[in-house]
C-alpha cells in the first residue's frame, strides 16, 4: 500500500511539473506576443492639437476655454465651451494630414471628428505593374458628455 502511494506520489510530482513548466512557457509566450502587438486606432494616440503636443502628447489638469482640450481629457469640456468651435490642422510625415473639428452647443456636449490622411499611393498589381492610385483615412467621430458635481467634473467620449 505504502509503494503504491509513493509510485502515485511521484507521478503526480511529475504531472504538476510539466503542467507548471507548459504554463509559464505560455505566459510567457502570451505576454511577449500583447507586448509587441498593434492595437487597431493607434491614430487616435496622437496628439491634435498644438496645446497638447506641448503638453506632451498629454492633458490631464490643465483647463481652460479651449474646446479642442477634450479629445485628451473629455472632463475638460465644461460651461465655459459653449457654443465653441474647434478646429486643427497638423501636416504630418511622408504628406500625411491631421485634422479635427469639435464643437459643443452647450458645454455639456460635444461633437469631435477626427480625419488623418496618409496621402496618395501608386497602386500596383502581384506583379508590380502600376495601376491607379489611391489614398488612405482614418475617421473618428464621438460624441462627449461631461458632467460637474461640486469641484470635481466627469467626462465620457
Known sequence: MIKNAKKLNKKLCKSVHLISRVGFLLIFILSFGFTNAQLGFSFLDLPNNAKINGLGGMNVSLAGNDINLIAANPALLDSADQQQIGVS??????????????????????VQLQNLNYGNFTGTDAVGNQTDGFSANDFFVGVTHSHKIQNITFGIT
Open 89 to 110: 490642422y497638423s501636416p504630418y510625415f511622408a504628406s500625411s494630414h491631421l485634422l479635427n473639428l469639435n464643437y459643443s452647443p452647450n458645454g455639456r456636449w460635444a
